[in-house]
């Protein structure tokens, strides 16, 4: 994706951003079959304003288990905001249980680029899990989608169980959110964008589930020497004093 692509999606963005903190969307998990008029339709919206908030380069190239934030009608105020933004990706969905998050882990991808896209096709088709993407929230580096945009995946969605932090309990992944930031944390560090939505993510998640920033752990606080995930270039201790 170029820089002047980003730019152009940004600008569409706001302009289709209404004025208000309150943001009335829904998340909605593609379903194979499923168009972007199709989904448009079904919420009375336009594809354009479901492309520019997800930042869609094409819209023919939605697929399955894709999240998509969707305004619930023509007049609703979608998130101009970071702030809103996160708000409106962490409320839990109508008719989807509430669940008892106690944990927050933090992930790289290990990889220079990539979105939830990707990282969802390799879950999928190569590790073949049945829920495909094992994270709950994917940030982007500015490669596969814009800068610091979060991308919610379908295990968040519909609140189920993580496929991202294995330990001989499984505990990590029945009682904490994952969340990825696209980059190899080994070779360079996250980028400011990236940063700041994660600090806006971590908050908000923790304010609604009551979870400490003590609970707020690294891929390799999960099971000691495993991995060196989310690698030397990104500090704990360092987002834990910016929450």
Known sequence: ??????ALVLVVYLAVAGRGEHAET????????????AIARRFNVTPTTIAALNAIEDPSRIYPNQVLLVPTGP????PESLKARVAALVR???GVPRRRWRTIVVHHSAASSGSARSCNAYHTHVRRWRHGLGYHFVIGN???TPDGLIEAGPRWAKQLDGAHAWSPDNRANREGIGICLIGNFEETHPTEAQMRALVELVRQLQ???NIPSRRV???????????????????????????
Request: glycine share 8%.
């Open 92 to 94: 839990r969905q109508p």
């Open 75 to 78: 007049e609703a105020r979608v």
């Open 207 to 209: 304010r609604r589930y």
């Open 1 to 6: 994706m170029s820089v002047p692509f980003i």
């Open 26 to 37: 829904q998340l909605v998990v593609v379903e194979p079959g499923d168009t972007l008029s």
């Open 142 to 144: 500015g490669t596969n």
């Open 217 to 243: 752990i690294g891929h390799r606080d999960v099971v000691e020497g495993r991995t060196v995930c989310p690698g030397k270039n990104f500090s704990i201790e360092r987002l834990r004093k910016m929450l």
